[in-house]
């Protein structure tokens, strides 16, 4: 079965600096990956998705991931935090056939500080 | 367009009650998933629902249920509540099923309290 490692459950940066989110994934067959955004007393929101096309990609909000299959990881970066950039990350995997079904990781929060 | 709507968005209920947590898809979206999410936690499946029919089941007990009518929206049920039902209940809605990918929208949720 398809499962993701979300390595730190927090992770605090200064506003302007580098932000890196770890992600490994175990998954039997090449998998679709995603990272999500929870803020606050909200649902989650798809920051950007690997489908086996490009194995760097860019989401929303300035963040990108690359996949790479020889370390099954799928970092999250963005060059310059935000103030707004605080919030829950979520790294997710589904397989490419069968189950339709996405697995969560435990989610990393992001603190960012003045 | 409205995005994918849950109510209620707060509730507490006392253990051995049951609960009754409803959603309405993204206008056209036909598939339908809930998912618990204990604070601290990543969401954990609980169902899928396309066109009415069920799809996927998670790992909970039957003491959960759900449905989809014929206007896509869902309903979870949730019956003899525990204190670890507390969690956020979160709906997402995607365009289809299986194979094509079509993302998941998620909804903001309901905080289930149970005391």
């Known amino acids: 079965a398809q499962s993701v490692t979300q390595l730190g459950s927090h992770v605090s940066v200064s506003e302007g600096a580098l932000v890196l989110l770890r992600c490994n994934y175990s998954?039997?067959?090449?998998?679709?990956l995603f990272w999500y955004v929870q803020y606050p007393n909200q649902g989650l929101q798809l920051l950007l998705k690997y489908t086996s096309a490009a194995t760097l990609v860019k989401g929303i909000n300035g963040f990108e991931a690359e996949f790479k299959k020889s370390e099954t990881s799928f970092h999250l970066t963005k060059p310059s935090a935000h103030m707004s950039d605080a919030a829950e990350y979520f790294c997710?995997?589904?397989?490419?056939?069968?189950?339709?079904?996405?697995?969560f990781g435990r989610g990393t929060s992001l603190i960012v500080h003045p | 367009d409205a995005g994918v709507t849950q109510s209620p968005t707060h509730l507490i209920k006392t253990r051995g009650q049951h609960v009754t947590l409803r959603c309405s898809p993204i206008?056209?979206?036909?598939?339908v998933s809930w998912y618990q999410q204990v604070l601290g936690q990543g969401p954990q499946f609980i169902f899928q629902y396309y066109e009415k029919e069920e799809r996927g089941r998670g790992n909970f007990p039957d003491r959960f249920s759900a449905r989809q009518f014929p206007n896509y929206s869902s309903e979870l049920n949730v019956n003899a509540l525990l204190l670890g039902d507390s969690a956020l209940y979160l709906c997402?809605?995607?365009?289809?099923?299986?194979?094509?990918?079509?993302?998941?929208?998620f909804g903001n949720g309901t905080r289930l309290t149970v005391t």
């Open positions: 998954s039997s067959v090449p998998p679709y």
């Open positions: 997710a995997v589904r397989d490419t056939g069968g189950s339709y079904i996405p697995t």
């Open positions: 206008s056209g979206h036909k598939s």
């Open positions: 997402a809605s995607s365009l289809n099923s299986g194979s094509n990918y079509s993302p998941l929208h």
